[in-house]
């Protein structure tokens, strides 16, 4: 028998679940470890409310979570709670899955006014993330400015840009929906610091903002390329660039209250303002010969009371685990940290990749790890078993599979994908929800 930990219940935690599980059959137990006392990392707290049909793939999930093989150990964090390295006293094997939660720094001066939120915290407030529920973005001036030219700008500028009746069917939490309804935002500036080629936006995401009902997009066509350098596009991006030429070719509908207005060549400088955010400095910006933006010296201002940061993410350090910096996620070889530690996901590649990306990725590390320790053999672990004495010990309130389930089904939890949120919920209020 294996004891196998997977730190971290989002996708790339569950498809390494499930990976391990085709691998090892009845020969594993596979312990699903997470911060939160309710599992799905991302796609609980970072998929847009208003995607449902991403967030469906938790269902898929649950599939793994009733294998009798798997476990469920939340409200327990590694690093804090218990160390990594206890961890792998009980475990033949770590994979750590905890992703890329928090936000890249623009490193600029004003970042830390108030009414600068990275995207996570932003993401985070609207999805119901515990740690966010305080947040109040400012949304009482008619100016916001989203930073970054990546799916994830998208999300926080459609997010703000939606009227109440377009988030039927989501499960935007209550609080950020009373909130937005009472937005005096009108014009939503997303900056990039370099052209429309250079976007990280996919074309269905981008598509988006041509359908809303009270806002429209503006794009300037004097910051294209000519149409034939569309040519050498991988096909997929191609049709992102086809989407904001189109949006140029339209022009924006004056009819919409609201407008999201494409900033390109923009390089924040500075964020201003007296106690809080006011505006932000930008600088006009060219393309080096490696396609980096370069600073022309020419400066203006865009008026924000809200800026949001959406330049990526980093994985959290925890002690004992080495760490590249520059690639903000965990130091590893092809997924490899040391022997009997892993890493998968974000906190293997870095935050990039759709959800599906993560399949792949867990079943490779997986086959190492089978390859390490092939099934049938045994590393007499003590497992769950181990830890979760360690955890009493320390007065720590781990939750399983049964607590899980309780929590969704009462009022505080409906927090699940695809279900209302009436109520926005706190770790201490799903705790109480247990009686605990
Ligand atoms: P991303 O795709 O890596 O985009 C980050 C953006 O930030 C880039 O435009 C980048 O510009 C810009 N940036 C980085 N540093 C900057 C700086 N110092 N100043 C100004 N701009 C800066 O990251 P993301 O949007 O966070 O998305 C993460 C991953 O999740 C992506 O793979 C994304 O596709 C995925 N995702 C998918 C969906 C979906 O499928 N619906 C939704 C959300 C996210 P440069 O290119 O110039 O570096």
Known sequence: MRDFAVVGSGPAG?????????????????DIIDRYPVPYGLIRFGVAPDHQSLKAVSKRYDQVAENDAVSFIGNVTVGSDVSADELRTHYDAVILAIGAPHDRKLGIPGEDLPGVVGSAEFVGWYNGHPDFADLAPPLHGTHAAVVGNGNVALDCA??????????????????????????????????????????????????????????TPVVDGADFPPVEADEALEPGHRKSITILRDFVAQGPDTTKPRQIVF??????????????????????????????????????????????????????RIEGVPYDDRGGKFANDQGKIADGLYAVGWARRGPTGTIGTNRPDGYEVAEQVAAAMPPGGSGHRSGAEG????????????????????????????????SPREKFVRVEDWLAALGR
């Open 14 to 30: 569950f498809y390494t679940a499930e990976a391990l599980l085709k691998a090892y059959g009845d020969q594993a137990r596979i």
């Open 387 to 418: 830890l979760k004495r360690l955890l009493e010990e320390r007065g720590v309130m781990a939750t399983d599979y049964d607590d899980w389930r309780k929590i969704e089904e009462t009022e505080v939890g409906r927090a699940r994908p695809g």
């Open 158 to 215: 459609r997010i703000l840009a939606k009227n109440h009746h377009e988030f039927e069917g989501s499960d935007i939490v209550a609080h950020a929906l009373e909130a937005l309804d009472k937005s005096a935002v009108r014009t939503i500036t997303i900056l990039g610091r370099r052209g429309p080629h250079q976007i990280s936006m996919t074309p269905k995401e981008l598509g988006e903002l041509g359908h809303l009902e009270a806002a």
């Open 263 to 316: 900033d390109f060549f923009a390089k924040p400088l500075r964020i201003e303002g007296d106690g809080k955010v006011e505006r932000l400095i930008v600088e006009r910006t060219v393309l080096d010969d490696s396609g980096a933006a370069k600073g022309t010296g020419e400066t203006y201002e865009v008026p924000a009371s809200l800026i949001i940061t959406s330049i990526g993410y980093q994985t959290p």
